[in-house]
């Protein structure tokens, strides 16, 4: 069996039961790494404790760019070696901060291996519905759509989400932060945002008035959210 296990947003106290109980049956586990020299992985620190000595770990380099060829051959190269471990008969794991079908890289293997192996995902708590929470920061009700944005996409079709919708989460805000903190002082959206960097981790920071933040106050993990039907 191969499992993706969504091992939420950076506290090990956020992993659930049922991704604490997959994760100590695993015989093997393969864990993201940013740097190809690098072998620590974020997603492995948190589930550290949850594993059984005996687990195999395997720490597999995902490029961070957007080489395509590169890209599609780590994925081809690391999907194959977890098909070989499973039809071994092992119990294959592989961890992902978050949720696992939100903005994850293990998204790249399941659509290589789904038709290959049995695949079991886990899901794990994201990093909008942790910090809403934690923040009693409602993000939707009634009728109203919730949109998720990615600020990747280009900052005038951020615009027409800002503008159109009053539920928002915009996501891998650091590249465009001080041009998307502007817009929302001109939409007057400075009483329903909240900006938070490192959710859940020990450099968490909680940003309630946006007026004076700058890129070089956040870190790359960085999110937006917006409600405007609440005020802070």
Avoid: C
């Amino acid at each position: 069996m191969f499992y993706g296990i969504g091992v939420g947003v950076g506290s090990s106290d956020a992993v659930t039961k049922y991704g604490i109980d997959v994760l100590q049956k695993l015989d093997v586990l393969y864990v993201p790494t940013a740097k190809s020299a690098d072998s620590f992985s974020v997603a492995h620190e948190i589930v550290r404790g949850y594993l059984k000595e005996s687990t195999l770990i395997k720490d597999r380099h995902f490029p961070m760019n957007y080489n395509t060829k590169e890209l599609q051959n780590a994925w081809n190269n690391i999907a194959s070696e977890i098909e070989s471990d499973v039809l071994k008969g092992k119990n294959v794991g592989f961890v992902t901060i978050g949720d696992p079908m939100v903005y994850s890289t293990y998204i790249y293997l399941l659509r290589i291996l789904k038709n290959k192996v049995k695949v079991v995902t886990i899901p794990g708590i994201t990093s909008f519905l942790d910090i809403a929470s934690k923040n009693n920061f409602p993000l939707v009700e009634g009728e109203d759509a919730l949109v998720v944005v990615p600020a990747t996409m280009g900052l005038e079709k951020i615009k027409q989400y800002v503008k159109n919708e009053n539920s928002i989460v915009l996501m891998k805000v650091y590249k465009n932060f001080d041009e998307i903190i502007n817009l929302l002082l001109e939409e007057k959206l400075e009483k329903h945002s909240i900006v938070v960097s490192n959710s859940s981790k020990n450099e968490e920071k909680v940003y309630a008035d946006i007026k004076s933040i700058k890129k070089e106050d956040v870190s790359y993990f960085t999110t937006i959210l917006i409600n405007k039907k609440w005020e802070i």
